[in-house]
């Protein structure tokens, strides 16, 4: 059966939300949703850090938490993280240490909610652990602070990505 490179894509991005949230449901099944969350949690922190690895290789940067790479390359590097999974972001740099890192479009979210799950898994915290697990491979500096979120109403989610001495 040919397919479109983009019909591909589709059956790729839904494969992967699919094998995530029947992963999820069966270990909630056997564990309990609590057990299930801490295991979900540790599969998406290390996902991350395995795909940051292969951009890395792909794109021919290193990833060195001791030399940073500007504001820019960190959402950047976000930013693809995130697109890998379908999720439609963008990223406004506000200085040499500040940006804003906004999600307009969520596929996790879209699939919670179509579960009627959105009150059930606190997607907030999920993304804020992740997200802040992910920039500390590459800036442990950088700190996190959610501004607006799809869960509380808002049209977007967004996060304001701080630099700083780690003092």
Do not use: Q
Request: some cysteine.
């Amino acid at each position: 059966m040919d397919l479109t490179p983009r019909e591909m894509e589709e059956l790729r991005l839904g494969a992967l939300t699919a094998v995530d949230g029947l992963w999820f449901l069966a270990a909630e099944s056997r564990y309990g949703f609590e057990a299930a969350l801490e295991l979900d949690l540790e599969v998406w922190k290390n996902y991350g850090l395995v795909l940051l690895r292969r951009l890395a290789r792909m794109k021919g940067f290193k990833v060195d938490p001791a030399d940073p790479p500007d504001m820019r390359t960190i959402n950047d590097i976000l930013e693809t993280l995130c697109r890998v999974d379908g999720t439609e972001c963008s990223w406004e740099v506000e200085g040499e240490d500040r940006s804003v890192f906004r999600v307009h479009r969520c596929s996790w979210w879209d699939n919670l909610r179509r579960a009627g799950r959105e009150r059930t898994v606190p997607c907030e915290m999920i993304d804020n652990a992740i997200f802040a697990h992910w920039l500390e491979a590459v800036d442990p500096t950088i700190r996190l602070e959610i501004t607006s979120s799809l869960p509380r109403g808002d049209d977007h989610c967004a996060w304001t990505l701080t630099r700083g001495s780690g003092d």
